[in-house]
């Protein structure tokens, strides 16, 4: 293996001294009232400070996009003050942060919201399952955001971003993937609109860029990263559409001219995830690579040898593992001296305290 994985880039104003990210990841520890880090999640951070770069687990920007128990927030005093040990436990290892920011739209349940319903762009029921304190249950109709809210989601996601470089974080990701807010206002399926933010292209990812610009008034957009994952499909609520391609397309043509540090593109690679889907494209990187001139981080189901063959191909100019580095805190060192990876427990995703969070060792 030639290794490229453990040369430096550049990312906008991220100088990685690897091409290992480590991608977003919900662990739900943050399990105080306030939904502040604490001081277990530093150190979880700090012992996968070896990343080039850590995008955090996402954090919700405002009560309204609340969607899972014990994830962090950062829209108050004590978050940010939890975050503040984050980010100095990583900075102190050596690393570089990011925090990506949060709205889980109808990804919620009202469960979160005083018994009230989920925000959404259209009061369509996404048919899904979702964590609730007390177990799963299924989703609700939510309920559709008017202009003036759409404008409070914009301003919760600028403020967001302010509260981010406040708690000392390198920069920003917006979480515009998953079936979350952002990504239900780009999808037809979900967004139903007839107002400036439905119909259209242009117009269903007007919220996108309203919130790019906001946030770019807080950090400079060679700080701000952005997620899609344009081939999620029969999950979350969404399926691939035949107008899908062709969104992306657009969003990511007009990303280009902010100078953004990097679009994180997300691979198929959950099973049967084409499938019934109507204008797939199996490999994304190599669909939006020529369309970008920003940099790409790819990412989804990747082993150290896949991710080579990516970066050697020209595909992306960094990937991001998961769940390898919940398992493996040390990946770039494992990657460096060609050691086993180890598996990951599955169960303690979302739960376990310090078990199956903090206790996978490093090389010796
Ligand atoms: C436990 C878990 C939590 C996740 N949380 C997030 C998240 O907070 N934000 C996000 O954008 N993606 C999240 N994802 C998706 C991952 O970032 C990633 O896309 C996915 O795990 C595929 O990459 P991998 O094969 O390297 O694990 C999560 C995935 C897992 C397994």
Redesign the pocket.
Known sequence: MSHRLLTPARLGAFELPNRLVM????RCRADNPEFAPTPLMARYYAQRASAGLIVS??TIVSPQGRGYPYTPGIWSTAQVEGWRLVTDAVHVAGGRIVC?LWHCGRLSLPDFHDGQPPVAPSAINPEWNMFSPTGMKPTVTPRALSVEEIAGVVEDFRSAARNAVAAGFDGVEI?S??GYLIHQFMAACSNRRDDQYGGSVENRSRLLFEILDAVGCELTFDRVGF?LNPMMNRFHGLVVEPDTVPTFDYVVRRANDYGLAYLHL?EP?LPNQLEGGVGVIEEVARHFRPLATMPIVS????DPARAEAFLSEGLCDAVA????FISNPDLPERVARGAALAPWDMER??QGGEAGYIDYPALP
């Open positions: 991608a977003p990841l919900t687990e996402a990506q979480h993937s998953n997620r997300t690679y990412n989804g189901g990747f593992f998961g769940r390898l995703f979302y």
